[in-house]
C-alpha cells in the first residue's frame, strides 16, 4: 500500500508541475462565472439556470475528461519512454501497485478537481434566484405589501374584509390590482424554478400502445398487394409502421378524447403537487394555439358509478401553443390508494385540428422524489464514474502506446463512447446486408463502451428529473466495475509480461 | 558457494518487426558475481553489459538461460529491497527536486518516516548536493543528476548495488569519490556489480573482471592476475644518488636481465584534484565568482560526506579503525587529515592518492588493496549502518557522533 500511495501522490506531482491541470482549472474558473452570468436561456430564470447547469457541466466534464486522458497516458508512457520506470519497477514494488498507484492518483486528482468545479457550479446555481431576487422572503415581502395596502384602501373605504370586498377593490384601484398582479407573477415565477428546476421529479410516460398485430396485419395486406416500397427492408418497414399506428393511438380529432392510464404512481407527499407535461403537435400546420380540457384522477369511480375516495380534478378550458411543452399542476391526492392514476384530454370543438402528442416527450407524469441537491449530488457522481473509466482507458493505452498514439487512442474511445446512441442508431438505418456485418463486428465492440450520451447528467438536471440512486448504482456498476475493471486487468495483464527495457520506436 | 549475481546460458536475441533473429545482444554468457566482491563487466560499446544488467533486473526479458540474483528472481520485490541500481543515465523525474526524488524511492522501500528523513539528508550530504536539494533535478548537470542516481540506489542500504557506468559525466573529483565509495561499501561487506568501459576506473576498484565482446565473455579473472607482468619487476625508491643506481644496474646485470631507471609519473587524477584543492583553498574567500565554483561547492560539502563514509564503514570494520579511512591509512603514512577533520574529503583525497616522498607505491597499493582485503565477519555485514546513524546514542561510538553532527551542522550552515 506504501508504494501505491507513493507512486499516487507521484502522480499528482507529476500532473500538478506539468501544468496541464492548471491550464483547465484556470479555462474553468474564467468560464464558470462568466457562464453564469451569460447564460440566459429562453429568458426566464428558469431558462437561464437550465442553461448554466448544462453548459457549466457539460464543460467540466469535457475538459475534465480530456484532462483524465492526457494525465493517465501520459503518466505512463513518459515514465516508460524517458526510462524512469528503470529505477521504479527495480524498486520493491510490483508492477500492478506500480499501475493502481498512477490510478489512484489521476482518481485523486479528478475527485479534487471535480468537488471544487462542481461545488463553483452549485453555488453559483443556488444563488442565481437570489441574484435576481426571486425568493421566498421577497414574495412574502411583496405579499405583505399587497396585504399592507389592501387593509389601508379597506380602512379608507370603511368596508371589512372579504373576499366579494377584494375583488371589488381591485377591479376599481389599479394600484392595488397591479400589486396583485405582481403578487402572483412572482409567485408563479418562484413556483416555476422551484417546481420545475430546484427539484428531483419522477418521470412516468405511458404504456405504448400493443400494436404489432395491426402493423403485422397492414404489412401483409401491403405485402400482398405490393405496395411495399422496394428499397426499404423489412425491419425498417415494420418500424416506420410500428410509428405511425402508435402515433394514431395519441391523437385525438377534434371533439374526441384520450385517456392516459398509469400504475404504481407513488409520490413521496400526498399533499405536495402532481405536474401532467404536455407537448401538442397538429395536422393542421397554420394552428398555432390548441384549446383543450384535462382531467385528472381515478377515472375507475366514474366509470362504475361508486362512491369517489379521491378526488378528480379539471381544469377549465384552457389555450396552449403548439410544440412546446407546457406543465399542469394537479394536487396529488387525485392519486388512488392503489397507485392508480388517469389523465384524460379533451380536444375541445374550438380547435380545427387533429391533435397529436409526439412518441417522445408527449405526455408524461411529474412528482418530485428528490431533493435538487441530492439530485446534483448524483450527477456529479456520474461524470466521476466516466473519469474513473477514462484512466483506466489511458493506462491501458500507456502500456501499450507511445504517448501521442496512446491519446489519441483514447480520444477516438471518448468520442465513440460519448456519440455511441447516435453510432449504434445508424448501423440501424443500413441496408439488410450490411447490418450482418456490422451487427457481428463493430456494434459489440461499441457496446463495449460505456454510452455516456446515455447517462449524461444534464439530461437529468435540466428538466429536473430524478436520477435515482438505484440507476446510478447501475451506472457505477456498469461503467466502473465491469468496464472500468475490464480495462484495468487488460493492462495489469499487458503491463506485467511487458518488456519494458525494450525499445519500441 | 552461493554467488551474488549468476547467470546461466543467458541469451538474449533482439528480433526485428517480422519476429526474424536480428542482433545477439548477449550470447551464451555464464557469469558468476561472489558475495562481497567488486566486479567489473567491462566492454566497448555494445557488447552486451547494460543488457545484461538490464535482465538481471527483469527489465528485459532473456531469450534463453537464466538469472539468479542474491539466490532469487532479480524481478521480485523481496529481492528488490535489497538491491540498489543506478542505470546508464540517471533517469529521474525532472519534476521532482533532490530530496522529493530521494523521499519517492525511500517510500518504495517502506523506509519509515524518521529513517527515511535521516538517510535522504545523509545521502545528500554524501554526493554534495545538499545546497540544491529543493531544486527540481530537470534543472541539473549531468554530473548532479549522476548523484541523485547513485544516491537513489544507496537508500535501502543495499546488499548488491548494480552501477550502469557509474562514472559517466561526473568530473575527476566525482569519480574520484565514487570510486573511494564503491572500495568502502565492498569494505562493509556489500557486492557491487558494476560495468563500464572506463578503464582507469574498473582497474581501480575491481576484484574481477569479465571483458564482453559481442555478447560472449573474451576473458575473465581477478584484476590483478590479469594485470601483473610477471616476467618484470619494479622497485620504486627515493630520491637516491646516480652512484646508487649505477650499482643498482650491475647488480640487475649479474641477473642477465635489462634495467631502466625513470622517475615515477604522477596519475592525472592526483594532479588534478591537487590543483584543483590549490585552486580552491585560494578562491575560497571571493568563492561565487571563479569557474571552479561548482565544483568547490560540491567538495566544500564532501567533508560531512567523508565523515558518513568513514562512519558506514567504521560501523561494521573494527572499533581501532573507526577514526581514519582504513584506505587512508594505508597510504597516507602522514595522518593529517585525521588530526584536522574539517579539512575535508579533499585534502584526504590528496594525500591518500599523492605518493608521498619516499613511496612510489602508492598507486600499486590503491589498486590492490581491496584484492587481498579480508573479509569482514557476516553479522557486521548484516548491520544496518545507516539505521545506527540515526540512533547515535546507541553506537559504541555515539557521544563521538553527535559532536561530530554538531559541528557538520554548524559548517552546513556556514555554508549555505
Known amino acids: 500500500m506504501h508504494s501505491v500511495w507513493a507512486v499516487a501522490t507521484n502522480t499528482i506531482r507529476q500532473a500538478l508541475r506539468m501544468k496541464t491541470p492548471t491550464a483547465f482549472v484556470v479555462l474553468l474558473l474564467i468560464l464558470l462565472p462568466v457562464m453564469g452570468i451569460s447564460a440566459t436561456g429562453d429568458g426566464t430564470l428558469k431558462g437561464r439556470l437550465q442553461t448554466f447547469v448544462s453548459y457549466g457541466l457539460s464543460l467540466t466534464s469535457i475538459l475534465l475528461s480530456l484532462l483524465t486522458i492526457i494525465v493517465s497516458a501520459y503518466s505512463l508512457t513518459s515514465d516508460i519512454q524517458q526510462k524512469q520506470i528503470y529505477t521504479v519497477v527495480t524498486k520493491p514494488i510490483r508492477r500492478a501497485q506500480l499501475l493502481l498507484g498512477k490510478l489512484l492518483g489521476v482518481i485523486l486528482l479528478n475527485v479534487v478537481l471535480l468537488v471544487l468545479f462542481s461545488a463553483i457550479i452549485y453555488g453559483i446555481t443556488v444563488y442565481t434566484p437570489r441574484y435576481f431576487n426571486v425568493t421566498e422572503a421577497e414574495l412574502s415581502k411583496l405579499k405583505t405589501r399587497y396585504a399592507q395596502a389592501l387593509e389601508d384602501e379597506l380602512q379608507k373605504s370603511g368596508a371589512s374584509y372579504s373576499e366579494q370586498s377584494e375583488a371589488q377593490l381591485l377591479q376599481s384601484n389599479a394600484e392595488l390590482y397591479h400589486l396583485r398582479v405582481a403578487v402572483s407573477d412572482f409567485e408563479a415565477r418562484l413556483a416555476q424554478i422551484n417546481n420545475e428546476f430546484f427539484t428531483a421529479r419522477t418521470s412516468i410516460v405511458p404504456v405504448e400502445a400493443d400494436v404489432d398485430q395491426e402493423v403485422k396485419e397492414i404489412y401483409q395486406k401491403r405485402k400482398e398487394s405490393g405496395q411495399l416500397p ?119 370543438p374550438l380547435n380545427d385540428t387533429v391533435v397529436i402528442f409526439p412518441l417522445e416527450d408527449g405526455l408524461e407524469v411529474l412528482y418530485k422524489a428528490d431533493t435538487f441537491t441530492a439530485n446534483f449530488l448524483r450527477a456529479v457522481l456520474l461524470i466521476l464514474f466516466r473519469l474513473i473509466f477514462l484512466a483506466c482507458l489511458g493506462l491501458l493505452a500507456g502500456t501499450f502506446l507511445s504517448f501521442p498514439v496512446a491519446i489519441l487512442f483514447c480520444l477516438v474511445v471518448f468520442l465513440t463512447a460519448t456519440f455511441s446512441g447516435f453510432v449504434l442508431e445508424s448501423f440501424d438505418s443500413l441496408g439488410e446486408n450490411l447490418i450482418g456485418v456490422y451487427s457481428y463486428t463493430v456494434r459489440p465492440v461499441i457496446q463495449l463502451l460505456p454510452q455516456f450520451d446515455k447517462f449524461n447528467p444534464t439530461k437529468f438536471l435540466v428538466p429536473a428529473r430524478l436520477l435515482s440512486w438505484a440507476l446510478t448504482a447501475k451506472v457505477a456498476a456498469l461503467v466502473v466495475a465491469v468496464k472500468g475493471l475490464l480495462l484495468l486487468l487488460l493492462s495489469l495483464l499487458i503491463f506485467n509480461f511487458k518488456e519494458i527495457a525494450k525499445i519500441t520506436v | 558457494m552461493q554467488y551474488a549475481v549468476e547467470t546461466f546460458s543467458l541469451t538474449k536475441i533482439f528480433s526485428d518487426w517480422w519476429g526474424r533473429d536480428k542482433i545477439y545482444a548477449v550470447d551464451d554468457l555464464n557469469l558468476q558475481v561472489r558475495g562481497n566482491e567488486v566486479f567489473g563487466l567491462l566492454g566497448p560499446n555494445g557488447s552486451g553489459k547494460t543488457t545484461t544488467l538490464k535482465m538481471l533486473l527483469g527489465l528485459l526479458h532473456p531469450t534463453k538461460g537464466r538469472t539468479l540474483v542474491l539466490g532469487g528472481d532479480g524481478s521480485d520485490p523481496k529481492i528488490n529491497a535489497r538491491i540498489g ?120 576498484v575491481c576484484d574481477r573482471i569479465s571483458i564482453l565482446y559481442g555478447g560472449k565473455i573474451q576473458a ?197
Not at chain 1, 254 to 271: A, I, S, T, Y
Not at chain 1, 302 to 317: D, L, N
Not at chain 1, 334 to 343: N, P
Not at chain 2, 156 to 184: A, H, S, V, W
Open chain 2, 220 to 416: 575473465e579473472g581477478k584484476v590483478r592476475e590479469l594485470l601483473q607482468q610477471t616476467g618484470k619487476r619494479q622497485i620504486t625508491t627515493g630520491a637516491i644518488s646516480d652512484t646508487a643506481v649505477e650499482k643498482i644496474k650491475q647488480i640487475v646485470q649479474q641477473e642477465d636481465t635489462d634495467c631502466e631507471v625513470t622517475s615515477p609519473m604522477d596519475k592525472l587524477e592526483t594532479f588534478f584534484i591537487r590543483t584543483i584543492t590549490a585552486a580552491q583553498e585560494q578562491a575560497q574567500p571571493i568563492s561565487g565568482a571563479v569557474s571552479t565554483t561548482r565544483i568547490g561547492d560540491f567538495l566544500a560539502r564532501e567533508m560531512p560526506a567523508e565523515r558518513i563514509l568513514d562512519k558506514l564503514v567504521a560501523a561494521s570494520v573494527s572499533r581501532e579503525t573507526t577514526p581514519e579511512s582504513p584506505l587512508t591509512d594505508q597510504v597516507a603514512p602522514v595522518q593529517e587529515a585525521e588530526s584536522k577533520p574539517d579539512e575535508g574529503l579533499l585534502s584526504q583525497l590528496t594525500q591518500s592518492a599523492e605518493p608521498a616522498p619516499g613511496e612510489t607505491g602508492a598507486r600499486e597499493d590503491i589498486k590492490t588493496e581491496p584484492v587481498e582485503r579480508a573479509e569482514p565477519p557476516p553479522e557486521q555485514i548484516k548491520k544496518r549502518i545507516l539505521d545506527e546513524l540515526t540512533h547515535p546514542s546507541i553506537t559504541p561510538d555515539g557521544a563521538q557522533d553527535q559532536a561530530e553532527q554538531d559541528k557538520s551542522q554548524t559548517g552546513d550552515s556556514a555554508n549555505a
Open chain 1, 230 to 348: 422496394e428499397d426499404m427492408s423489412v425491419s425498417e418497414i415494420m418500424k416506420e409502421l410500428t410509428g405511425i399506428k402508435r402515433l394514431e393511438k395519441r391523437a385525438a380529432g377534434v371533439g374526441h378524447q384520450l385517456l392516459w392510464e398509469f400504475h404504481d404512481v407513488k409520490p413521496r407527499d400526498p399533499n405536495a403537487s402532481l405536474f401532467v407535461r404536455f407537448k401538442y403537435d397538429v395536422s393542421n400546420p397554420s394552428v398555432s394555439q390548441v384549446y383543450s380540457q384535462w382531467f385528472i384522477g381515478d377515472y375507475r369511480q366514474i366509470r362504475y358509478g361508486t362512491e369517489p375516495k379521491t378526488a378528480i380534478y379539471e381544469t377549465p378550458v384552457r389555450s396552449d401553443p403548439v410544440r412546446t411543452a407546457r406543465e399542469l399542476e394537479f394536487p396529488a391526492d387525485a392519486v388512488a390508494e392503489d397507485g392508480y392514476l388517469a389523465v384524460g384530454f379533451t380536444n375541445v
Open chain 2, 85 to 204: 541500481f543506478l542505470p546508464e543515465e540517471s533517469y529521474l523525474y525532472r519534476y521532482l527536486t533532490a530530496r522529493e526524488t530521494l523521499d519517492f524511492y525511500g517510500r518504495l522501500f517502506a523506509l519509515p518516516a524518521e529513517v527515511r528523513k535521516l538517510r535522504i539528508e545523509a545521502l545528500l550530504d554524501m554526493v554534495g548536493l545538499k545546497a540544491v536539494a529543493n531544486r527540481p533535478v530537470g534543472t541539473f548537470s549531468k554530473g548532479m543528476a549522476r548523484r541523485i542516481g547513485l544516491a537513489q540506489a544507496l537508500i535501502n542500504d543495499p546488499e548488491l548495488l548494480i552501477l550502469d557506468e557509474p562514472t559517466t559525466g561526473l568530473d575527476p573529483i566525482g569519480t574520484r569519490q565514487i570510486k573511494d565509495l564503491i572500495l568502502k561499501l565492498a569494505q562493509r561487506g556489500k557486492t557491487v556489480l558494476l560495468c563500464s568501459h572506463l578503464l582507469a576506473d574498473v582497474e581501480d
